[in-house]
Structure formats: C-alpha cells, structure tokens
C-alpha cells in the first residue's frame, strides 16, 4: 500500500505537472486533518510520509506530568516510562498512533481534501504557465461559439476570444485551427481566464518574429505596430546591421515572408516602413506608398506639415483618412497634408494678404502725415480745404515750405494767382517769427 502511494504520487505529478514532493505535503496535511477530526483534538499532533518507502506515520507529544489531567496533552510518569524509560517531569514524549484509528469517516475527510488541494495546485500552476505568456503568441483550436465571444482550446486550458478582440469580418468554425496572442491572464475561484486577441498590434508584432529569423535573432528590430485590424497596418522597423535591409527582409523574396502574415490576418494590407531617427524622413516614409514633395516639422508641437504633388494627394490621405492617420500613430505627430497647388494658392494669398496690409498701413501713415501737416495751413487766412489739399498736393504742405518758395511756383497751385501767391507767402513769414 506505501508503495502504492507514492507511484499514485509520480503519476499525478507526470499528469498534473505537481511536484512529488508537493503532493507528499498535501497528503500530509490531509491525513493530519483527518487525524484531528477523529481524535477531537487539534493539539500536538503530526502525520508523516516516509519519501523512500511511502509509509504513513502519526504521532502526538504529550507532556509529563505526576498526574494527568487532560489526556490529550498530558501523560502521567508512570506511563511515560513505560514508553520513554528515562523519562522525567516536563520533559515532552512522542507517542505513535496506529494509522487505522483513521477509520472509514477519516480516511474520506482526507481524501476531499486532497482532491482540493491539487484542484488549488493546479489552477496555481496553470495560472503562473499562462501569465507569463501574456503578450505572446499561440495556437489554438476554435472549441464553440459562445453568446460573447470564442472558446479557444488552448491544449490545457480554454481561452475566451471576445468579440471585441475579433477581427471584423472573420468567420470561424469549430474545429478550425487559430493563431492568437495571449492579451490577459486574471486570477478567478474557478481557475485562470485566459483572454486572447486578433485584433491587438502585438499579434502582428508576434507573427513578424515567428516568419522573420532576422527579427527573432535581433538583426532586425521592430520599432513600433499600429493597425486598423482587418483593414491596414504600419510597421517600422530597423536595422541592427548595415548589411541587412530590414524591409527586404521582412517582405521576403517576392514578398514571400510578408505574404504569409497576410493570409494569417485574412487580406489585412501591411505596410513596412524603414524607421529612421530624423523625423521628416521618418515621417515621409511612414506616409508609403505615397511620395511627398517636402516636410516641415514644428518640433515643440509635434506637428509635421506635408506637401505631395497633386497626383499623390488621395493615396496619402488613403480611404476614408486611413493612411495619414496610421502615419500619425506611428510616428506620434500631428500630419497636415497638403498638395502643391494647394500650398502654391495658399502662398500667393498669403502674399497678397502681406501686400495689402502693407499698402494699407502705408495709406493710413500718409493720411495721417497729410492731416498733421494741413494742419499747419488751417492757420493761412483765405485757405480752405480744397485749397489745403492742393498745396500739399504739390509739395507746399508746411508753412516753412510756403515761406520758402518761389511766387511762380506758388501761382501753379489750382486756385492761386500773384497777389494770392504773394498774401499766403507773406502771412507764412509772419506766422513763423511769431512762432520763433
């Protein structure tokens, strides 16, 4: 029967994945339960498994005394000695119990718990196998279709696919075999949950590693994922030798290498990118396959303005903004695209704009310097506006200019003759040395 029990042991450790000597422990423990039950008594008492021959021993320490009063604790001299023979007063003697005082109720009690213990063992260790293999990549098979999601078998567990981590317009079957990625691994009463994903930019992150041996031996490094699962994806990558294109080699010869994550992912269009470290490169080449004229970046705002000729304009936006906006996620800055012409007609407003704001601040200098000077001449008797305005018209707009000048120049102002010339000159000088 030892023997027995610990080949039963071996067996369920090859099954379960539990170590022997763990399961020893819980049988222990159990037997030990079971013992405290039948005997009333949860003191000093003590089960073992010999790990050689698989033999099972009890035991309870009772201490000595001249006259025992609670027989689960204590145990007078006199029968003491008769076990120990040297034995004194306080001194802690060992007594072995016959295994079978377990009886029928005990031995049942200890079965339950052990068939609890290893339940308890074995979602632990499930539960530690698949949390760290969060974020990896796995296969599995489609078990059922349940009211929110898939049940995916994943060999010793089953996996729930939700319907949000499914890619849009995949259909599955049961039976049907799935590449996965290992979203989320939660601690529940009834054993791990294990959620896994389609639609999470790391599967693609995952199927690149496991088609592209440059990327699994570090040659190649991913620099970043970003997708519109089902639809399209962006993913930038780099070289760690000099020799190697990391866009040849995730593509493949004929494109061989990328073509089978296509099919994986059921059609989704995948764009590869060669990450470079200068931004409006970066972020040029991130807009593929459209080609771009120019890019201007604002450093401190991450915002990046783009011009592409004309013909390139609707593949860089993409369908319904999809390029532009992938390019924005990949390369975390704020695109604005823009044709030539586009730009061109912007640049010619922004022209005229300047010209006419500087013409304006121009006529508006010119109407003041024109006021401040008439001015001046409001002081000429038999001067009004009209007459104002043509003197300074013609260059006589301070009385220091009218004071100045020639009668004969004076008399080509509309509207003055000599005698007028002569008046207006002469009430100048005078309003000067009063002045002075």
């Not at 949860?42 to 009890?58: C, D, F, M, P, W």
């Not at 041996?213 to 990558?237: L, S």
């Not at 010869?253 to 989704?268: F, H």
Request: include cysteine; proline fraction near 3%.
């Amino acid at each position: 029967m030892a023997s027995e029990l610990l080949d039963t042991l071996e067996q369920i450790e090859r099954e379960k994945n539990i170590k022997k000597e763990d399961l020893i422990q819980m049988v222990e423990a159990a037997l030990l339960a079971a013992l405290r039950k039948h005997l009333h008594s949860s003191q000093n008492l003590a089960v073992t498994i010999n790990r050689e021959t698989g033999a099972i021993a009890s035991s309870q320490t009772k201490k000595v005394v001249e006259q025992a009063k609670r027989s689960d604790l204590e145990i007078s001299l006199s029968e003491a000695q008769k076990i120990k023979p040297k034995a004194k007063i306080d001194d802690d003697v060992i007594i072995a119990l016959d295994t079978r005082v377990f009886g029928r109720i005990a031995a049942q009690t200890a079965k339950q718990i052990i068939i609890q213990r290893l339940l308890e063992t074995e979602r632990e260790n499930l539960f530690n196998e698949y949390k760290v293999k969060e974020m990896e990549l796995i296969n599995g098979i489609v078990q059922r279709v349940a009211p929110k999601g898939l049940i995916i078998d994943l060999g010793k567990i089953e996996a729930h696919l939700p319907q949000r981590e499914q890619i849009k317009g995949e259909s599955y079957h049961g039976g049907e075999r799935i590449k996965v990625i290992i979203l989320k691994v939660n601690k529940t009463t009834k054993g791990p949950h294990v959620i896994v994903s389609r639609t999470h930019p790391g599967l693609l992150k995952r199927l690149f590693e496991l088609e592209v041996p440059e990327i699994y031996e570090k040659i190649v490094e991913i620099k970043n994922v970003v997708r519109e699962p089902g639809q399209r994806a962006k993913i930038a990558v780099a070289s760690n030798n000099e020799k190697v294109d990391p866009v040849g080699a995730c593509v493949g010869v004929k494109g061989s290498r990328i073509r089978t994550i296509i099919d994986e992912l059921k059609g989704e269009r995948i764009d590869v990118i060669d990450f470079h470290n200068d931004q409006p490169t970066y972020i040029a080449k991130a807009l593929s396959p459209a080609k771009t004229a120019s890019v201007t970046v604002d450093t401190p705002n991450k915002r990046a303005e783009v011009i592409v000729p004309d013909d390139q304009l609707s593949l860089a936006i993409g369908k319904a903004g999809q390029n532009v906006r992938l390019a924005a996620k990949l390369t975390g800055w704020h695109i604005d695209i823009k044709s030539q012409s586009d730009k061109k007609i912007q640049a010619q407003a922004s022209i005229a704009a300047a010209e006419a704001a500087a013409a304006q601040a121009a006529a508006v200098t010119v109407a003041e310097t024109a006021a401040e000077v008439s001015g001046e001449l409001t002081r000429l008797p038999s001067v009004g506006e009209k007459l104002q305005t043509e003197l300074i018209a013609k260059g006589f707009g301070t009385l220091e200019k009218i004071a100045a000048a020639a009668i004969v120049d004076l008399t080509q102002v509309p509207g003055i003759g000599q005698k007028k010339a002569e008046k207006i000159q002469a009430t100048a000088k005078e309003i000067m040395v009063e002045q002075k």
